[in-house]
């Protein structure tokens, strides 16, 4: 199967990409079982907006920057799961266990929230949450209560995304991003329908809302 290029600021790429895929599972008779986000933003440029960064105050906080977070991190998911999520309904309907997650963070908990901060990334985050646990009651209705929907928090990991901000994370909680795959990996092979909805970090454990 060859790559398929997807634009989250695009909804035709992710149309056309979820298009491609059934068009290859009905010539094969397979069935999508995984769709997994890993696309976000904290920082950079997107979208024709240069130098996005992390709000420390107030002030600091800017339309382009809350409507770049919001593109990236909650409308994309979200796009996706609109395109993608059929073909893993008919997956859940054959009595398979298709899985829909997106990566998200512990800085989107409301109430684990004790330092402020990150103002756009943190509601975007938020807001993904929230798509994950609306998508989750109507995916479980559809796929005949096997599909399992849910965010996913890495940890912080050593790429370019974290790199600004490692110097204030301990050693031993700055995972390198093939152990905090493998971590993920468990946590998707492990995810039971009862699990949907939620928002689980590495170990498992889950993230409060």
């Known amino acids: 199967m060859k790559p398929l290029v997807i ?10 990409a979820s298009s ?3 068009e290859y599972l009905q ?3 397979h069935m999508l079982g995984l769709v997994f986000n890993v696309a976000g933003l904290l920082h950079g440029d997107v979208g024709g907006q ?6 420390r105050r107030f002030e600091d906080i800017s339309v382009p920057g809350m409507m770049a977070n919001f593109q990236v991190n909650t409308m994309g998911p979200m796009l996706v799961g609109k395109h993608f999520g059929k073909l893993l309904v008919d997956c859940g309907t054959s009595g398979e266990r298709p899985v829909f997650a997106s990566m998200s963070a512990r800085v989107g908990s409301i109430s684990d929230n004790g330092i402020g901060g990150w103002y756009s990334y943190r509601a975007a985050k938020s ?20 599909a399992v929907v849910v965010g996913l928090h890495p940890g912080t990991v050593a790429t370019d995304l974290s ?33 949907t909805g ?12």
């Open 27 to 29: 010539k094969d008779g």
């Open 163 to 195: 790199a600004p901000f490692q110097r204030h994370v301990k050693p031993d909680k700055l995972f390198d991003a093939e152990y905090s795959a493998r971590r993920l990996v468990d946590v998707i092979e492990g995810l039971k329908p009862e699990h």
């Open 20 to 22: 491609e895929v059934n």
């Open 198 to 209: 939620g928002v689980y970090d590495y170990a498992f454990d889950r993230i409060p809302e």
């Open 50 to 55: 240069n130098g996005i960064e992390p709000e």
């Open 7 to 16: 634009d989250y600021l695009d909804e035709e790429t992710i149309s056309a």
């Open 127 to 146: 807001a993904q949450n929230q798509f994950t646990k609306t998508f989750s009651i109507e995916m479980h209705r559809r796929s005949k209560k096997h």
